[in-house]
């Protein structure tokens, strides 16, 4: 172990106390989970994994799950930018606050089942999920099961078709600090299918630290679609991990343009052959914020596909990062993967760390990765700004023109719509 990882090892080790403090689970799992972080099996794999985001990041956001009761009134004015979204009306709603679920609003045609369940369960979950994954490094995924008070399902019946999901995440921190743990358990039963938009927003300083792990079982399909605004000094740390089985669909778009600093994990197993994910999103960062997107594809069966963009719109002095990974198996014959990373810089002072990677022990595949980084191309600048448009409304145009490679890759015309212009409401500086 050299110093690095032993100065890493050192900071998991002060978390021990204050998590026995905060955790759902008793202390003995506590114990356990630490030791599992740093044990020497896996320190070399969690080293890398947060090579560009300090640990240190994590610290306070171990607190009790603030559980305040449902303010109606702020809610909705917190909905209100989304009134104008058809999806919206057509859709399940379901409000999450401070880490507390509110009553779900059901339309009766749709098929959608949410139930609450204790978080004992969720020691199980990480064990079927550690077995079938190849990475064994799932630290937010544990502080996660540590932390959370519940687990939210969320579960499409067989054969259940087109159905829609309007998720609203949301914290209240306007009278005192939050940090919330909120950890659901979707589940696609064969042949069903579920179009799911994920919000997450609030007021003051918090801390938000969701976790989804999905199955999508065979046959089915999985749109979800993530918009993250948060407040200028809020905290987020959470992640995604899908599970795909055969002719199975995940399908996932990330939008990410609020916070201090934000990290997100992505991981997909497709597990059966003819399995398919989609990893795609934009980020824009301003000023000092920061934000993270670690990803990992497991191909582990024969003919799976997937594919990744991710574009970078930074200024000011932000910083965004970049970390992805294609696994493929000796059994994944056939594997189609594809990686891009694309990163604007509209300051001297923006930063990007990008590493893409694949991992093939297949010998029929079909792999790609890359990663591009540059500034506003001064000849296209120059060409508009000869005809008379506005220097503001010019770089606007541009990198309008950068993030919709990326927003194209959305189906729903309408959300498509949508997040193009919310992306880029706010300025660039």
Same mark, same amino acid.
């Given at each position: 172990?050299?110093?690095?990882?032993?100065?890493?090892?050192?900071?998991?080790?002060?978390?021990?106390?204050?998590?026995?403090?905060?955790?759902?689970? =008793?202390?003995?799992?506590?114990?356990?989970?630490?030791? $599992?972080?740093?044990?020497?099996?896996? !320190?070399?794999?969690?080293?890398?994994?947060?090579?560009? &985001?300090?640990?240190?990041?994590? *610290?306070?956001?171990?607190?009790?799950?603030? @559980?305040?009761?449902?303010?109606?009134?702020?809610?909705? =004015?917190?909905?209100?930018?989304?009134?104008?979204?058809?999806?919206?009306?057509?859709?399940? $709603?379901? #409000?999450?606050?401070? /880490?507390?679920?509110?009553?779900?609003?059901?339309?009766? +045609?749709? *098929?959608?089942?949410?139930?609450?369940?204790?978080?004992?369960? %969720?020691?199980?979950?990480?064990?079927?999920? %550690?077995?079938?994954?190849?990475?064994?490094?799932?630290?937010?995924?544990?502080?996660?099961?540590?932390?959370?008070?519940?687990?939210?399902?969320?579960?499409?019946?067989?054969?259940?078709?087109? %159905?829609?999901?309007?998720?609203?995440?949301? $914290?209240?921190?306007?009278?005192?600090?939050?940090?919330?743990?909120?950890?659901?358990?979707?589940?696609?039963?064969?042949?069903?299918?579920?179009?799911?938009?994920?919000?997450? @927003?609030?007021?003051?300083?918090?801390?938000? +630290?969701?976790?989804?792990?999905?199955?999508?079982?065979?046959?089915?399909?999985? +749109? +979800? #679609?993530?918009?993250?605004?948060?407040?200028?000094?809020?905290?987020?740390?959470?992640?995604?991990?899908?599970?795909?089985?055969?002719?199975?669909?995940?399908?996932?778009?990330?939008? !990410?343009?609020?916070?201090?600093?934000?990290?997100?994990?992505?991981?997909?197993?497709?597990?059966?052959?003819?399995?398919?994910?989609?990893?795609?999103?934009?980020?824009?960062?301003?000023?000092?914020? %920061?934000?993270?997107?670690?990803?990992?594809?497991?191909?582990?069966?024969?003919? &799976?596909?997937?594919?990744?963009?991710?574009?970078?719109?930074?200024?000011?002095?932000?910083?965004?990062?970049?970390?992805?990974?294609?696994?493929? *198996?000796?059994?994944?014959?056939?594997?189609?993967?594809?990686?891009?990373?694309?990163?604007?810089?509209?300051?001297?002072?923006?930063?990007?760390?990008?590493?893409?990677?694949?991992?093939?022990?297949?010998?029929?595949?079909?792999? @790609?990765? /890359?990663?591009?980084?540059?500034?506003?191309?001064?000849?296209?600048?120059?060409?508009?700004? @000869?005809?008379?448009?506005?220097?503001?409304?010019?770089?606007?145009?541009?990198?309008?023109?950068? #993030?919709?490679?990326?927003?194209?890759?959305?189906?729903?015309?309408?959300?498509?719509?949508?997040?193009?212009?919310?992306?880029?409401? &706010? /300025?660039?500086?």
């Amino acid at each position: 172990m050299n110093a690095k990882q032993a100065a890493f090892v050192s900071q998991i080790d002060k978390w021990e106390e204050e998590l026995k403090n905060h955790a759902s689970l =008793e202390s003995g799992a506590v114990h356990d989970i630490i030791q $599992q972080l740093h044990s020497s099996a896996f !320190l070399p794999e969690l080293y890398e994994s947060w090579k560009y &985001t300090s640990l240190h990041k994590l *610290d306070g956001f171990f607190q009790k799950t603030h @559980s305040s009761s449902i303010q109606e009134k702020w809610v909705t =004015e917190q909905l209100e930018r989304y009134n104008s979204l058809t999806f919206l009306q057509e859709a399940t $709603q379901l #409000v999450v606050l401070n /880490g507390k679920v509110g009553e779900p609003i059901r339309p009766s +045609h749709r *098929d959608i089942l949410v139930f609450i369940e204790e978080p004992c369960s %969720q020691k199980e979950a990480l064990a079927w999920w %550690q077995t079938e994954s190849p990475s064994k490094v799932h630290t937010l995924y544990l502080l996660n099961i540590l932390l959370a008070r519940q687990v939210i399902h969320i579960r499409i019946p067989k054969g259940a078709a087109h %159905q829609k999901l309007f998720l609203a995440d949301l $914290q209240d921190a306007r009278k005192e600090n939050v940090v919330s743990h909120t950890h659901y358990a979707i589940t696609l039963e064969e042949g069903s299918s579920l179009e799911m938009v994920e919000v997450a @927003s609030g007021e003051g300083s918090y801390g938000h +630290h969701p976790f989804l792990t999905i199955k999508v079982e065979k046959g089915a399909s999985f +749109h +979800h #679609v993530r918009l993250f605004d948060h407040s200028s000094s809020a905290r987020g740390f959470g992640g995604v991990y899908a599970y795909v089985a055969e002719h199975g669909v995940y399908d996932s778009f990330l939008c !990410l343009k609020g916070g201090e600093f934000h990290r997100n994990e992505v991981r997909v197993i497709l597990a059966g052959e003819h399995a398919k994910a989609h990893v795609n999103g934009v980020q824009v960062l301003r000023n000092t914020q %920061q934000a993270d997107i670690t990803s990992y594809i497991a191909h582990m069966a024969p003919h &799976t596909a997937s594919r990744q963009t991710i574009k970078n719109v930074i200024s000011g002095k932000a910083k965004g990062i970049f970390q992805g990974k294609i696994y493929v *198996d000796r059994a994944a014959q056939k594997t189609d993967g594809y990686q891009m990373n694309q990163a604007l810089l509209l300051s001297d002072i923006a930063e990007i760390d990008a590493k893409p990677e694949l991992e093939i022990y297949a010998d029929d595949v079909k792999c @790609s990765h /890359g990663a591009t980084v540059g500034a506003l191309n001064a000849e296209q600048l120059f060409f508009l700004r @000869s005809r008379g448009i506005p220097l503001e409304e010019a770089r606007n145009l541009l990198v309008s023109a950068f #993030v919709t490679e990326a927003f194209d890759l959305i189906e729903n015309e309408e959300l498509r719509a949508f997040l193009d212009h919310f992306s880029l409401s &706010t /300025g660039l500086e």
